[in-house]
């Protein structure tokens, strides 16, 4: 009867290789995916697609009012169902948050083993509602296949100010970079060490909801928007230079990190993804700091910050910290644009 009893006691993360932002395809794949249509002529009411691409689409609807839409899944990263369910949400909310958007609705999408425990399941998408409707949001449909490694998400509608849309674009040289939460989600579940696991789950169920806030209170001193996720904050990062043309300095000591994520990364842990975004970078990237730092900005996050290219009056006068609004927002600043040719530095 092994076969057919439902897997009750199952650990979520025995049944994938790769969860979290880390089964992300990398970013030179993708690239080359979308290469053959992306370059159709896009209508005139996208405000946001492909050309270029970012955290979201855009569409304008009526006088005053864009929707925004996003979709974003994951094989388990996490053994306990409600932390799952409560993560995918957060991270799939994020994308809205990274183009200013409010979150309206969402549905899910799932893929379960057929024998994996329903009570598993329901705990899933309770959570996931529930972070939901933290958002300001309701769940309100979805699809649900069967299929031997599960997979968990949401896609997204959420709606903002045509015109008022954060992108990736528009970071100018000056500008202060800051970054909404802690780095080293990979890192810190990879570590073994229960209290690191546990911080960084706390962080990556938390959604950007505050931070989305105090950058649209900051207004005009916001000019580029995105959020850290799969390809870490280093190919994060290299979006936002390559669409400014523009140096996006990182300074390595003033990173946030979750606790036990840099010890993680000092005694050799490695995440699959770390591999795949540091080759992305090959040719982008000027690497200073240690290789634990490197670590760290290379490191796959899932539900990662809000990275932002900031007027540098928005934060203080040394450009050391985040001020105000940004600061309650849960910002700090981690490094600057600089002019020059497309890059990213770490410093
Ligand atoms: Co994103
Ligand atoms: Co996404």
Redesign the pocket.
């Known amino acids: 009867m092994a076969d057919a009893s439902p897997l009750t006691t199952v650990r979520l993360t025995e049944l994938t290789e790769c969860g979290g932002c880390a089964a992300k395809w990398g970013g030179s794949d993708l690239r080359s995916l979308l290469a053959g249509w992306q370059a159709e002529a896009e209508p005139e009411g996208l405000l946001v697609g492909l050309r270029p691409f970012?955290?979201?689409a855009v569409v304008r609807l009526a006088d005053g009012v864009a929707l925004v839409s996003?979709v974003?899944f994951f094989p388990p990263l996490v053994d306990d169902p409600d932390d799952y369910g409560a993560i995918a949400a957060a991270n799939a909310c994020?994308?809205v948050y990274?183009m200013g958007g409010d979150v309206v609705v969402a549905l899910n999408v799932a893929a379960f083993p057929e024998h994996l425990d329903p009570d598993i399941i329901a705990r899933i998408l309770a959570a996931a509602a529930g972070v939901v409707r933290e958002a300001g949001g309701v769940v309100a449909g979805g699809h649900t296949i069967r299929a031997p490694e599960p997979i968990f998400g949401l896609a997204v509608q959420g709606i903002v100010r045509p015109g008022a849309q954060f992108t990736k674009a528009g970071a100018r040289p000056g500008d202060a970079l800051v970054l909404s939460k802690p780095l080293g989600t990979g890192l810190a579940l990879a570590s073994g060490d229960e209290h690191a696991v546990a911080a960084a789950i706390a962080g990556m169920r938390a959604l950007n909801r505050d931070a989305a806030a105090a950058l649209r209170a900051a207004g005009d001193a916001v000019h580029a928007v995105?959020?850290?996720?799969g390809f870490g904050l280093a190919g994060?990062a290299w979006e936002v230079a390559e669409q400014a043309r523009a140096i996006v300095v990182i300074d390595g000591h003033r990173l946030p990190a979750y606790p036990g994520a840099l010890d993680a990364a000092v005694r050799g842990v490695r995440t699959g993804g770390d591999a795949r975004n540091r080759a992305y970078l090959a040719g982008h990237l000027a690497e200073g700091a240690t290789e634990a730092v490197r670590a760290l900005v290379h490191d796959p996050q899932t539900s990662g910050g809000l990275l932002a290219a900031v007027d540098p009056a928005a934060v203080d006068p040394a450009g050391t910290a985040a001020a105000g609004g940004l600061a309650a927002g849960g910002f700090a600043v981690i490094g600057r644009v600089e002019p020059g040719p497309a890059a990213v530095e770490l410093r």
């Not at 995105?226 to 996720?229: A, P």
Request: cysteine-free; hydrophobic content about 25%; overall charge negative.
């Open positions: 970012d955290d979201a996003t974003d994020s994308d990274a995105t959020d850290v996720t994060h």
